[in-house]
């Protein structure tokens, strides 16, 4: 390199400038960034950049070149900051994100050094000084992985590519074809940054996997496919270094010509200033948007004049609030005794029964002239029955005013609520015989006077009950009315508060526009002019850089307290933010094992039959039948996810124990394929391929063309169409170009089902000609997993190329019984599988089971077991900021697995898994309890419950079978007087308020799913309006730019919503699960209380049939938004000016009012749909209730008859159930 020392570095004021002004405002991550071009241009410096995917080996390949071990290596990401290596005195500094250093000189703690290089919390670059044969002003930069999901690692790979005059992209041989690696490359195209392609790892490559002449054939036809144009491609291999299929030595040759050959920019690229100007102009709306938006949005509509109005009204409330809160129970007492003290239970017909009954038990009470003890006993009895009779039911009727009176005197507070009607309907008061008969005077002579009397002493006895239930009953909803009544108060309380802000707010709001625009005003005259600070301010802005301290070892504190979050936040829209997960809850008591299973699959068959033989339990009989039948039959969905070329398919091969699926680096799996038990109909080894129809294909293509404004009629006018298309949509073209190439071959077959050998299937799975038009293949296969009635489903990979591969994942989320989520150990947590957690976060708390497996594919490749410890330790981590906690998560070696099964190792689940190197033992144990105890355990617990129930049943007919005479017609007395309660609670409308509460959540979801999709706009509008797009197509039309851009940004919002949509299909359904249990809950406690022996038979988990998403935004003309576009002049105008926040409040009105119809559009059908399920449901349950609870009446009223044949049937059945 020649010596550039007395070069001048051009725009050096104006980068100083802007330093300055960065560090005025607080934006660190500008300061920092502009800080290091200015080190660079002053030095003269010529750095060389490596990044790439993490784990793909930067740092290892670093260490090779420099034939020296700096850099730490490991398969998670272990550089969480921007590591340069120059030429110099042997030295390590650490740079911490506050701007000071600390040096380590040789001999180097390297387990130190590379904590350091690991900790992005606190550190923020590592410098390495070395002797390497380098020139002086020659650098090296190692970055993190460009699809890590950490904040500091995007910082750190962003801030080398400013920096850098060459990048040398790095990918690992199973991910050169990952749509990330795609991307960033064109970014840096974009750039004009001169890039090289080196490929690692390349001792992964087997021949009888993929010729290598065909990989680099793949490789080459994925860059071109994507307009990239590499200067060079290296495929190297750091552990083969001898083989022949190394370019090592080529890569070392091509690094000495740039140490010789290599010069520096003489100025920082204006495109580069100007990108700093606009992102931290981004920064300063995005720092201040919070507390703008919650200005602007008190003040929106808000009528000032208004506002002395609306407080005297509040006041009024908090007086009537205040009184509600302190007196409520007093009224509601009041009331509730004017119904009972008016009550009239006494009437004619009443009274002369109580007269009939009275005159019985006087004591010279005969019957007829040859009267007997026992005759005046019975006489008694009738005469007590029929009083009873008629008392009973005016007792109800009181009840049911009561309940009524005290229901409409709560709901007029606090509206009509679940939880305080359960205790109400609660109320029951059960009418004693021996009360009545308690109640008479003895000795009293019966009169006129005493009939009154008595009949007095008795209503008031039953009144004075009433009240004394009524006021349980107050205390119990107390707790539940006093916080809301109070809850109410502070509301008000709130609103006051809230008025005053909103006078706060239009003050505040003013001051802060007026800052921005003052702010934005001085940038702009920065960047048309160099002198907006004098000599003497910049001198001392140079002084300062230049006097940052360096610390030494001895120095080095303990701990700084950096806040990196802070400095890195305006880097991103939105950070991902740990949620609250709500735990999940054992549904089975019961462990089982396939031999269980089996037992009680053959148990309930065996029961049943014997039901069967005794009158009354039909419905125990088909309960029982049924799940035998699943036990024995059942068959549960394993689905499997991950990144493509994480393993899936050799994961699902070594679950097999065959290589039934085809593996290879490139992306294989380009359908959805399951694989299925076989039966006589589907013999071993034998594919179904069932091929798209030609009207859902065309359907598919014009979903791929509309991004392109352009459709097509007939399959044979694509290659017409591909010509005409720009380079934007990758991930469409890969998937039109393979159905361009390949429609011919399938056309006479589309819309049929091919019967396929193994091999001949495995063609249609892994060629995307082929497969693109498959629509699902099912390979039948007999193994130890399918006999168990377990169907595997491999998906494509989540970050494939091809865009479609991404849209089935949602249906697998919600139907799969299991599911197994692969990553692959050198490449363990990508940008896709954050994208794929995302997605799974809508509707994870609807699961009903923790049906989630997380393995690290590839274990084999760990150079110890503390390397896998760490692996798994780091994916642990990435797991929890999305609320998922204690995963289920595994490291495994699915080559090791196959490998081991075709020498005939048996995994189980009771084997010893302390010396299994696969690690698969581990992870087939708590699979399959899973699948044991969990899925088809819940079956044998439920199954359990019924034989309880039919238990409790027989046994409380043989104990009433061995009552006396006069014990037996009080019990079918008492049992015909809890029937007639039954009925009559039976014969309540219970739906409509839970009918309500459905209605209520429905809309509540749709509230919330309108908030967020409103929140993913604002936070992502800069995607899709941002300088990189406007300003670089400026000279275009502006109609047709603007266009563009609203168009995608519609297609992301509209998927948004429709995912959101389909998740809150999944969170209803399991509202109407919860709302039937409480139902069936609150009818057993109801049972309870009228007494005993009314047992009530469990419900089975319902199959709800999911609603349709009826419309949709991207439907809606996109016309409809275009008068938005007026905000837009020219890019000055709108990223500098106010274009960017009216253009971006106006698109909000617009949408807002868009989404609101979709949405009333949607839950209204959505709405409609569950109503319908639900009422037809309850109606179900309601009979099934109804039927049960009779036949167990006739049960018990027919054990009282002393038919000894059916009571030695009970006793016989209760043998067989023991």
């Not at 199973?174 to 690696?181: G, I, T, V």
């Not at 006129?448 to 008595?454: A, E, F, Q, T, V």
């Not at 490139?666 to 038990?677: C, F, M, S």
């Not at 949709?1112 to 105008?1133: C, G, R, W």
């Amino acid at each position: 390199m020649k010596d550039t020392s007395g070069i001048t570095f051009k725009n050096e004021d104006t980068l100083l400038s802007l330093y300055e002004l960065f560090n005025k405002h607080g934006d660190a991550l500008r300061a920092r960034q502009t800080f290091n071009l200015l080190k660079k241009h002053e030095a003269r410096r010529f750095d060389v950049c490596f990044c790439g995917h993490f784990s793909a080996g930067k740092s290892s390949l670093l260490n090779t070149l420099m034939q020296e071990d700096l850099l730490p290596t490991s398969p998670i990401p272990t550089s969480a900051n921007l590591v340069s290596i120059s030429h110099g005195t042997p030295e390590i500094q650490i740079v911490f994100w506050d701007g000071r250093l600390v040096s380590f000189t040789p001999p180097y703690d390297l387990k130190v050094i590379k904590q350091h290089a690991k900790n992005g919390a606190e550190v923020s670059e590592i410098r390495v000084k070395t002797l390497a044969d380098f020139p002086p002003y020659w650098g090296l930069m190692d970055t993190p992985g460009i699809d890590s999901t950490d904040p500091a690692h995007q910082a750190a790979t962003e801030e080398a590519v400013q920096l850098a005059d060459v990048i040398f992209y790095v990918a690992d041989y199973n991910h050169m074809q990952a749509a990330d690696n795609f991307h960033f490359l064109k970014s840096i195209q974009a750039l004009n940054k001169p890039f090289h392609i080196i490929v690692t790892q390349m001792d992964k490559h087997k021949e009888s996997e993929i010729r290598l002449v065909d990989y680099k054939k793949k490789v080459e036809e994925g860059l071109a496919s994507w307009g990239l144009s590499p200067l060079s491609l290296h495929y190297v291999s750091i552990v083969e270094p001898a083989s022949s299929r190394n370019d090592i030595a080529q890569l070392k040759t091509l690094l000495q010509e740039l140490q010789h050959n290599g010069q520096p920019a003489d100025a920082v690229d204006d495109a580069l200033i100007q990108h700093l100007i606009d992102t931290h102009k981004q920064w300063w709306i995005n720092t201040h948007k919070r507390e703008m938006d919650a200005y602007k949005d008190r003040l929106m509509d808000t009528d000032i004049r208004q506002l002395n109005t609306t407080y005297v009204d509040l006041q009024q409330q908090k007086e009537a609030a205040v009184d509600a809160k302190e007196n409520w129970t007093q009224a509601v007492v009041k009331k509730t005794n004017q119904t009972i003290n008016s009550a009239i239970l006494m009437p004619y017909e009443t009274r002369e029964a109580a007269r009939s009954f009275l005159e019985a038990y006087q004591p010279k009470f005969k019957v007829g002239m040859f009267s007997t003890k026992q005759k005046v006993e019975k006489a008694r009895l009738e005469r007590l029955d029929i009083f009873f009779k008629h008392l009973s039911d005016h007792v109800n009727t009181l009840r049911l005013q009561t309940t009524d009176t005290l229901s409409q005197e709560i709901e007029t507070l606090i509206g009509k609520q679940e939880a305080v009607q359960a205790i109400i309907l609660g109320i029951s008061f059960s009418l004693k015989r021996e009360r009545l008969v308690e109640l008479i005077h003895s000795g009293a002579t019966l009169s006129g006077d005493y009939l009154l009397r008595y009949t007095e002493d008795v209503a008031e006895d039953i009144k004075k009950t009433f009240r004394r239930l009524v006021q349980e009953a107050l205390q119990q909803i107390e707790g539940i009315i006093t916080p809301q009544l109070a809850d109410h108060l502070q509301q008000i309380d709130d609103q006051v508060a809230q008025l005053q802000d909103q006078f706060d707010a239009a003050s505040r709001y003013e001051t802060l526009s007026q800052e921005q625009q003052h702010y934005f005003e001085q940038l702009d005259t920065l960047s048309e002019s160099h002198d907006l600070f004098s000599t003497e301010s910049i001198e001392q802005v140079k002084a300062a850089i230049a006097e940052l301290p360096i610390w030494t070892t001895e120095q080095l504190p303990d701990s700084f307290k950096t806040k990196r979050q802070e400095t890195l936040s305006p880097l991103l829209d939105v950070e991902a933010k740990a949620v609250p997960v709500v735990e999940q809850e054992k549904i089975t008591d019961i462990q089982v094992d396939q031999d269980q299973i089996n037992h009680w699959s053959e148990q309930f068959a065996r029961f049943s039959q014997a039901l069967k033989a005794v009158h009354g339990f039909e419905a125990f009989v088909t309960n029982l039948e049924n799940k035998a039948d699943r036990l024995a039959h059942q068959t549960f969905t394993i689905a499997l996810f991950g990144a493509f070329s994480a393993g899936k398919s050799s994961f699902a091969n070594s679950l097999l124990g065959e290589q039934v699926l085809p593996v290879s680096p490139h992306p294989t799996t380009a359908t959805i394929n399951r694989i299925l038990p076989v039966d006589a109909d589907h013999p071993h080894k034998t594919a179904h391929i069932k091929l798209k129809t030609e009207a859902a294909l065309l359907g598919e293509i014009n979903e791929a063309l509309a991004p392109f404004h352009l459709a097509v009629e007939r399959l044979e006018d694509i290659n017409n169409v591909i010509n005409k298309l720009s380079e934007k949509e990758h991930e469409h073209l890969t998937f039109l170009l393979a159905a361009a190439r390949g429609w011919q071959a399938v056309a006479a077959h589309l819309g049929t089902t091919l019967t396929v050998s193994l091999d001949e299937a495995q063609e249609f799975i892994a060629d995307e000609t082929k497969a693109c038009f498959v629509e699902t293949a099912s390979i039948y296969y007999n193994c130890d997993i399918t006999r168990q009635g377990l169907i595997l489903v491999d998906t494509p990979g989540a970050d494939s190329i091809n865009a479609r591969h991404t849209e089935a994942a949602f249906h697998y989320i919600k139907n799969a019984d299991a599911i197994l989520y692969v990553t692959y150990y050198n490449h363990a947590f990508s940008r896709a599988d954050e994208e794929f957690l995302i997605q799974l976060g809508r509707v994870k708390d609807a699961f009903e089971l923790d049906k989630m497996f997380f393995l690290v594919n590839a274990i084999d490749l760990a150079r110890d077991p503390q390397e896998v410890e760490d692996v798994k330790n780091y994916v642990e981590d990435r797991l929890l900021s999305f609320g998922i906690r204690q995963p289920r998560l595994f490291g495994v070696s699915s080559h090791l697995v196959l490998q081991a099964k075709q020498e005939g190792v048996v995994f189980s689940e009771q084997a010893d898994n302390s010396n299994d190197p696969s690690g698969f033992q581990a992870f087939y144990q708590e699979w399959m309890h899973y699948i044991q105890n969990d899925l088809k355990g819940q079956i044998v617990t439920q199954g359990n419950h019924e034989i309880q129930q039919v238990k409790t049943i027989i046994h409380e007919v043989l104990d009433s079978a061995s009552l006396d005479e006069n014990e037996r017609r009080l019990r079918q007395q008492n049992i015909q007087a809890e029937f007639t309660d039954i009925q009559a609670l039976l014969a309540r409308d219970h739906i409509a308020s839970y009918t309500e509460r459905l209605k209520q959540e429905i809309k509540d979801y749709y509230f919330y799913v309108k908030k967020r999709v409103m929140q993913r706009y604002l936070d992502t509008f800069t995607r899709f309006f941002n300088p990189a797009v406007l300003q670089k197509n400026a000279s275009g039309s502006k109609k047709a730019l603007l266009t563009g851009c609203l168009e995608e940004c519609i297609q992301f919002l509209s998927f948004d919503l429709d995912q959101e949509g389909r998740a809150t299909f999944i969170r209803i359904e399991s509202v109407l699960d919860r709302l039937a249990k409480e139902r069936q809950t609150l009818l057993a406690h109801q049972l309870s209380s009228i007494g005993k022996g009314w047992p009530l038979q469990g419900l089975n988990k319902r199959e709800w049939t999911s609603a349709e998403i009826v419309a949709s935004l991207k439907e809606m003309s996109i016309t409809a938004y275009q008068d938005v576009f007026k905000h837009y002049k020219n890019p000055k105008q709108f990223f500098e000016g106010d274009g960017q926040k009216l253009f971006r409040e106006a698109l909000r009105k617009q949408l807002d009012k868009a989404i609101d119809r979709i949405i009333d559009e949607n839950m209204s059908k959505v709405s409609d749909h569950y109503e319908q399920q639900w009422y037809k449901t309850i109606t179900a349950i309601d009979e099934q209730n109804k039927n049960a609870l009779t036949t167990i009446y006739e049960q018990r009223l027919e054990a009282l008859q002393s038919d000894q044949t059916l009571i030695n049937q009970y006793k016989a059945l209760l043998d067989q159930l023991n």
